[in-house]
């Protein structure tokens, strides 16, 4: 079955860097985009950024367009979101996510905070 598997949340300082990752097991994880989403409390689920499959086209939400960054390791089956220049607004729980369903982790806690 589909299991993904997001690490790398904590607790940074204000402008600090943190990089979170997602395993993928039980499909082919090259076939599919994968993107990540994020949810503070007391708001909805957001899109921070997805990358295609196959050409790694990557887009992402206005918010954190330039700072942070998506990619992809199809050897590994691993996807993976660089976050730089963090702001307090960042402060969420972050999700990975399969394209074509809602295959969802179980989410990863980035606390942005002096």
């Known amino acids: 079955q589909v299991q993904l598997v997001e690490s790398g949340g904590g607790l940074v300082q204000p402008g600090g860097s943190l990089r979170l990752s997602c395993a993928a097991t039980g499909f082919t994880f090259s076939n599919y985009a994968m993107s990540w989403y994020r949810q503070a409390p007391g708001k909805e689920r957001e899109l921070v950024a997805s990358i295609s499959s196959v050409t790694g086209t990557t887009n992402y939400a206005g918010s954190v367009r330039g700072r942070f960054t998506i990619s992809r390791d199809n050897a590994k089956n691993m996807v993976y979101l660089q976050m730089n220049s963090l702001k307090p607004e960042d402060t969420a729980v972050y999700y990975c996510?399969?394209?074509?369903?809602?295959?969802w982790g179980q989410g990863t806690q980035v606390t942005v905070s002096s």
């Open positions: 996510k399969r394209s074509g369903g809602e295959y």
